[in-house]
Structure formats: structure tokens, C-alpha cells
T-cell receptor, first 115, second 114 residues
Framework: DTGVSQDPRHKITKRGQNVTFRCDPI?????LYWYRQTLGQGPEFLTY????????KSRLLSDRFSAERPKGSFSTLEIQRTEQGDSAMYLC?????????????FGEGSWLTVV | AQSVTQPDIHITVSEGASLELRCNYS??????LFWYVQSPGQGLQLLLK??????LVQGIKGFEAEFKRSQSSFNLRKPSVHWSDAAEYFC????????????FGTGTKLQVIP
């Protein structure tokens, strides 16, 4: 059984550089979510896809952030011109809503440190 | 807007003692409710969920939670805590109609002492 996988697990980058994270959801899941978590806080919603369509974006997602899910399978989250405030763990999750509800399953996260 | 309040930032219990973590939610309709656990540097693991039906739900690792609509609460309990339960616990609420994003509380960090 393969869960949600994220790559890379850790990334250290210099301020101003671009970074990209990849997420592979659970194979039959049609919904994919990105969350951001900083130390001492709960995960904060960033954006969500149903298949390849990006249906909602949080106001937390500035113009420097872009997410794609081109074929409705894996997704990428790109951060351009990184700032120190972008340092956080970026969590990907997926789900398959049904009559039993909508349970979101998370990956292990991608840690970003901007120096 | 939906929200979750976890009033206890940090809780310390002795191994073998009982545990209750508090969660209050705000949501305009019937909520989906979740508890997740997170070990340091790791992602979130689902402990249990409530969608409908029996208001007392059982989860993994011996945890249970009770949905109380009148109190807007979904407290997590365990009768006897093990040292391996030390982690951070997050309560979350989501909508019951179609897609609604899942909103998390700020978490409760559990410390277990011998």
C-alpha cells in the first residue's frame, strides 16, 4: 500500500531562489490538498484540486506560490523568489470523498528552510 | 467560517494514567470531525473520525472520541496512556456537504512521564 509521498523531504535554499515540491497522492484519490505548517501551529490550508482542476486557493497563497496537477495525478507546488517567512513544512494530502465522508490522508511533509 | 479551538497547548500525564484532550469546533452545519497525531518532523496520522451515527467513535491505538453537538465538542480520550503516545494531537473540522476544506486547531502537545 503506497500512501501519499512527497519529495524532497528537506530543502535548504537561499533567499530569492525558486523551489519546487512534488506530491504523489494515493492512486485512486481524486482530491489533492496542500497545507503549510509552521512550528507550534496546526496545518493551514493553501489550495485544493479535484482531478486536474484547482478549485480553491487560500489568501495565504501569494502570487509567488503556484500549484499544478496537470494530469490529475501528481502535483507540484512551486515557490518563486523565496523569503525567510516561507520556511515551513509543506504538507500534501489526498482523499476520495464518498458516502462514508471525506477523509484526508497526509504525506510526511516537505521541510523548507530559507537562509 | 469554520474553526477549531484546542484550549490546552501542552498536557503532561503519567504513563498509565487516563487522558482527555479537549476540542471545540465552530461550524454552521453537521460537521465532519477528525483527530490526527503528529510525531516530531513527521506528517499527520489519522486517529479517528466522525461523520454520522454513533457519537462515540473508536480509533487506532486505543483512542476514542465523543461528539457532543450541544457542546460543539469532540474530545479525545484514552483510558491508559503509553510512553509512545507522546506527540502532538490535532483536532480538525470539515464540511459534510460536498467538498469543504478541513480546518485544524493549533494542537495539543502531550508529554508522558514515567
Amino acid at each position: 500500500d503506497t500512501g501519499v509521498s512527497q519529495d524532497p523531504r528537506h530543502k535548504i535554499t537561499k533567499r530569492g531562489q525558486n523551489v519546487t515540491f512534488r506530491c504523489d497522492p494515493i492512486s485512486e484519490h481524486n482530491r489533492l490538498y496542500w497545507y503549510r505548517q509552521t512550528l507550534g501551529q496546526g496545518p493551514e490550508f493553501l489550495t485544493y484540486f479535484q482531478n486536474e482542476a484547482q478549485l480553491e486557493k487560500s489568501r495565504l497563497l501569494s502570487d509567488r506560490f503556484s500549484a499544478e496537477r496537470p494530469k490529475g495525478s501528481f502535483s507540484t507546488l512551486e515557490i518563486q523568489r523565496t523569503e525567510q517567512g516561507d520556511s515551513a513544512m509543506y504538507l500534501c494530502a489526498s482523499s476520495l470523498p464518498g458516502s462514508g465522508g471525506n477523509t484526508i490522508y497526509f504525506g510526511e511533509g516537505s521541510w523548507l528552510t530559507v537562509v | 467560517a469554520q474553526s477549531v479551538t484546542q484550549p490546552d497547548i501542552h498536557i503532561t500525564v503519567s504513563e498509565g494514567a487516563s487522558l482527555e484532550l479537549r476540542c471545540n469546533y465552530s461550524y454552521g452545519a453537521t460537521p465532519y470531525l477528525f483527530w490526527y497525531v503528529q510525531s516530531p518532523g513527521q506528517g499527520l496520522q489519522l486517529l479517528l473520525k466522525y461523520f454520522s451515527g454513533d457519537t462515540l467513535v473508536q480509533g487506532i491505538k486505543g483512542f476514542e472520541a465523543e461528539f457532543k453537538r450541544s457542546q460543539s465538542s469532540f474530545n479525545l480520550r484514552k483510558p491508559s496512556v503509553h510512553w509512545s503516545d507522546a506527540a502532538e494531537y490535532f483536532c480538525a473540522v470539515g464540511g459534510s456537504g460536498g467538498y469543504q476544506k478541513v480546518t485544524f486547531g493549533t494542537g495539543t502537545k502531550l508529554q508522558v512521564i514515567p
